[in-house]
């Protein structure tokens, strides 16, 4: 049953209409990439927050994500933003803890976060498998993007509100929450 | 004249032979053919005539065919290569193309370009790039102040412009791009791998009755 199970996850890449994650960075050589901007930027530790260019900013436009071709939901349901005031390291530190308190399992890539709950023996209801990214736009405000990979959009929701709340900049203080009611 | 005869024909205009368009795209033949069904799908969601118009591209990615929005607009400029303000079959299999995996980079990055060349200017100027920021912005909902824009556009202006004449153009976006070549991680959609299994998703287009639909034939 494990070693079933171990296979069910390194077969990710091939569950239908599934589009992985890990199939973006083997692309575009996440390792030589990250190792590149390192090196440009001098000094940043390895878990420093990407900091931001206008078009890295820019390309996270809903509109420029083709894969609404290819996607029942609406980007929104997919994918939020939000800005905080909390350093990055803090954030990266606090997502992983109120993800694992929530049943999910973190891993961490570079300056990315994954996090996947699975039920035992299953691949449906309740899973969720989501990716999270720190952005720095300067040293007191960083955007966090939640991206679902695939799964449950219930619990997705669930972490997405519970993240925002206590991550993000309050409301009314030109708070960044994207809403994310159905 | 032609209105009897557009309703009953739902054929694709500017249909090209789907070996031609897999000998120039990295479509196998089978996935141009699956793509004609995609086509076909989107082609006909609001008016019935077997051509993309600006709605119904809006109504397939955004599920929400009244949404404008800049970017939306210039992806569908884009697509739209014979600029007569609807993508034919041909040009919806060749822009697609363009987001294959295996597609070669080099016209990823020239799309990338001409996608932000807001005015096709051949460049990418200053106030441009702070329009497409705002934009963004104001699609987040995320509120930053005029200075804390201006710094990120002039920062990253600055480190793209290395000719430092005030504009950016192909050659410094495509050295930009190598620095950081997420940027152009948008022009990738890993889903065109494999079409077939990509396919299921989208098959639940609602279908609209023609007299619940106003628009401009034109799709200004």
Same mark, same amino acid.
């Given at each position: 049953m494990a070693g079933i199970k171990n296979d069910e996850w390194f077969k990710q890449d091939y569950s239908p209409a599934v589009p992985d994650d890990d199939e973006e960075d083997t692309y575009f050589d996440d390792e030589a990439f990250s190792m590149s901007e390192m090196a440009y930027d001098g000094n940043k530790s390895p878990e420093s927050p990407t900091l931001i260019n206008a078009f890295q900013l820019i390309g996270m436009s809903s509109y420029l994500d083709l894969s609404g071709f290819f996607e029942k939901e609406d980007v929104s349901e997919r994918k939020i933003r939000f800005t905080s005031n909390h350093s990055a390291k803090d954030l990266v530190a606090r997502i992983q803890d109120i993800a694992t308190e929530m049943g999910f399992r973190v891993q961490m890539k570079n300056r990315r976060l994954k996090a996947t709950r699975e039920h035992r023996g299953q691949k449906c209801v309740g899973n969720l498998s989501i990716a999270a990214e720190v952005f720095e736009i300067s040293p007191s405000l960083y955007v966090v993007e939640l991206r679902k990979s695939y799964g449950d959009s219930t619990v997705y929701r669930q972490l997405c509100t519970k993240l925002s709340k206590d991550l993000g900049v309050p409301m009314g203080q030109g708070q960044g929450l994207i809403s994310i009611e159905a | 004249m032609g209105c009897a005869s557009s309703k009953r024909s739902k054929q694709l205009h500017g249909y090209e032979d789907p070996s031609v368009l897999a000998a120039e795209t990295p479509f196998t033949v089978n996935e141009v053919e699956s793509l004609e069904e995609l086509y076909k799908k989107l082609s006909n969601s609001?008016?019935?005539?077997?051509l993309i118009h600006k709605e119904e591209f809006h109504l397939a990615l955004f599920?929400?065919?009244n949404q404008r929005n800049l970017f939306a607009d210039r992806v569908f400029d884009l697509f739209d290569l014979k600029r007569n303000g609807v993508i034919e079959f041909g040009e919806f299999v060749r822009s697609l193309g363009i987001f294959h995996?295996?597609?070669p980079v080099a016209g990823k990055i020239a799309f990338a370009f001409k996608l932000y060349d807001l005015r096709q200017t051949g460049f990418i100027e200053h106030e441009e790039l702070k329009e497409m920021v705002l934009a963004l912005l104001h699609e987040s909902e995320l509120v930053l102040s005029e200075d804390i824009v201006e710094m990120i556009v002039d920062k990253t202006f600055s480190e793209a412009d290395?000719?430092?004449?005030?504009k950016i153009d192909l050659e410094e976006w495509k050295a930009f791009v190598s620095k950081? +070549?997420? #940027?152009?991680?948008?022009?990738?959609? +890993?889903? #065109?791998?494999?079409i077939s299994i990509a396919f299921p998703s989208f098959v639940v287009l609602p279908e609209i009755e023609d007299s619940d639909v106003s628009v401009s034939v034109n799709g200004d």
């Amino acid at each position: 049953m494990a070693g079933i199970k171990n296979d069910e996850w390194f077969k990710q890449d091939y569950s239908p209409a599934v589009p992985d994650d890990d199939e973006e960075d083997t692309y575009f050589d996440d390792e030589a990439f990250s190792m590149s901007e390192m090196a440009y930027d001098g000094n940043k530790s390895p878990e420093s927050p990407t900091l931001i260019n206008a078009f890295q900013l820019i390309g996270m436009s809903s509109y420029l994500d083709l894969s609404g071709f290819f996607e029942k939901e609406d980007v929104s349901e997919r994918k939020i933003r939000f800005t905080s005031n909390h350093s990055a390291k803090d954030l990266v530190a606090r997502i992983q803890d109120i993800a694992t308190e929530m049943g999910f399992r973190v891993q961490m890539k570079n300056r990315r976060l994954k996090a996947t709950r699975e039920h035992r023996g299953q691949k449906c209801v309740g899973n969720l498998s989501i990716a999270a990214e720190v952005f720095e736009i300067s040293p007191s405000l960083y955007v966090v993007e939640l991206r679902k990979s695939y799964g449950d959009s219930t619990v997705y929701r669930q972490l997405c509100t519970k993240l925002s709340k206590d991550l993000g900049v309050p409301m009314g203080q030109g708070q960044g929450l994207i809403s994310i009611e159905a | 004249m032609g209105c009897a005869s557009s309703k009953r024909s739902k054929q694709l205009h500017g249909y090209e032979d789907p070996s031609v368009l897999a000998a120039e795209t990295p479509f196998t033949v089978n996935e141009v053919e699956s793509l004609e069904e995609l086509y076909k799908k989107l082609s006909n969601s609001i008016i019935a005539d077997g051509l993309i118009h600006k709605e119904e591209f809006h109504l397939a990615l955004f599920k929400n065919r009244n949404q404008r929005n800049l970017f939306a607009d210039r992806v569908f400029d884009l697509f739209d290569l014979k600029r007569n303000g609807v993508i034919e079959f041909g040009e919806f299999v060749r822009s697609l193309g363009i987001f294959h995996p295996n597609a070669p980079v080099a016209g990823k990055i020239a799309f990338a370009f001409k996608l932000y060349d807001l005015r096709q200017t051949g460049f990418i100027e200053h106030e441009e790039l702070k329009e497409m920021v705002l934009a963004l912005l104001h699609e987040s909902e995320l509120v930053l102040s005029e200075d804390i824009v201006e710094m990120i556009v002039d920062k990253t202006f600055s480190e793209a412009d290395t000719k430092g004449d005030g504009k950016i153009d192909l050659e410094e976006w495509k050295a930009f791009v190598s620095k950081y +070549p997420s #940027l152009i991680k948008n022009m990738t959609l +890993p889903y #065109l791998k494999d079409i077939s299994i990509a396919f299921p998703s989208f098959v639940v287009l609602p279908e609209i009755e023609d007299s619940d639909v106003s628009v401009s034939v034109n799709g200004d």
